[in-house]
């Protein structure tokens, strides 16, 4: 028998699955959903019972009702205790309003039920159509983390979905989802370099405009209370959370580094990967599918360095490009659910790793694994 043959039986293609795997995958998938369908329902009714209000739901809540109030949904930068108080632009809380004159638990169902329609929405435009990932997915600790605390992570993800997806077709649309996100979360400004670098220099100034008037309207209607004070509530915002995170600059303190050299190592990393991004987005070795993919993935990978904070639930983004290298079931997916394995001991990465070596090592461990796996170059 032919080498092609043998592979053909065996696998069927370079990252395809053997029929064994294939069907043990589907039964993980099928326990997963069950699983993870319990306990996103269980978050979703956790209004109607004793259980605990999702966390960041809670304060985008309350920010809400001050906002319907008139007052202002911002502390005083002294007063700024960590993620209990309202640090996001106020478009947010004025996207919540309706939410905010429903009933808690109402407005809990809705935000969860969005929540997850946003990640299998994304998935489903950026080309997976392999119901097995959708249960990976939503099993991911990320998604579950950013769906059960009631994040803005699904929102991003989506974002970058539609951004890709109509990055072509339509690019003032893929610019204003780049934009708003952006708007939504500073943070994922790299987006709009991807779509500059790839020559989508209309798009990527719709996304600047788009970004720009959705701060400034949000602040408008509120009488832009709090906007002098904002910067300095960000910085004292990094001065309590980066180095308790899971950001490359909290990586750098828990391995002893100076916090100016942790800056200085997360910047130099941060501003290659934009570099990266400007490379990719006119490599001629490439095709122009692979540019833009590759552009996309470095472009996520910035966003995640530069940022002094990351928590789990950022990871969500980490779905994007997981999903463009390997649309359909590989193992690579499986990494998804490494964070899960060490419960088995009793053990699990923590929410807040306040320098964890462990922690730190398992999270990050995962996502450099898959940024790198789906920065790999095409075989030829």
Known sequence: ????????????????TSRGLGLAAGALALALFAVVFVLYARRAFSGYGAGPIPYDLAVFLDAADDVLAGRNPFPAPGALSGDANYVYPPLLALALVPL?????????????????????????LLGVRDWRLYALALAFPATRDAVGAGT?????????????RYRDARPPVAGLAAGLAAALKLFTWPLLVWLAATGRIRAAA????AAALAVLASWAVIGLDGLADYPALVRRLTELEADRSYSLFALGDALGLPEPLALAAALAVGLLLLVAVVRAGRDPGLSAAERDRWALTAAIAAALALTPIVWIH??????VPLALARPRFSLLWLALLVPLVPRAWGWEPAGWP???????????????????????????
Do not use: H, K, N
């Open 1 to 16: 028998m032919g080498r092609d043959a043998t592979a053909t039986q065996g696998f069927p293609g370079r990252f395809g």
């Open 100 to 124: 905010a004159v429903l009933s808690v638990a109402a407005a809990v169902v809705i935000w969860t039920a969005a929540g997850v329609a946003a990640v299998c929405g994304a998935l489903w």
């Open 152 to 164: 803005v992570g699904p929102l991003l993800l989506l974002g970058t979905a539609l951004a890709w």
């Open 206 to 209: 719709a996304g600047v405009l």
């Open 314 to 319: 950022y990871l969500i983004l980490l779905l």
């Open 354 to 380: 306040e320098g964890d070596p462990a922690s730190l090592a398992v999270v990050l461990g995962v996502a450099a694994l898959v940024l790198a796996a789906a920065l790999r170059r095409p075989a030829a």
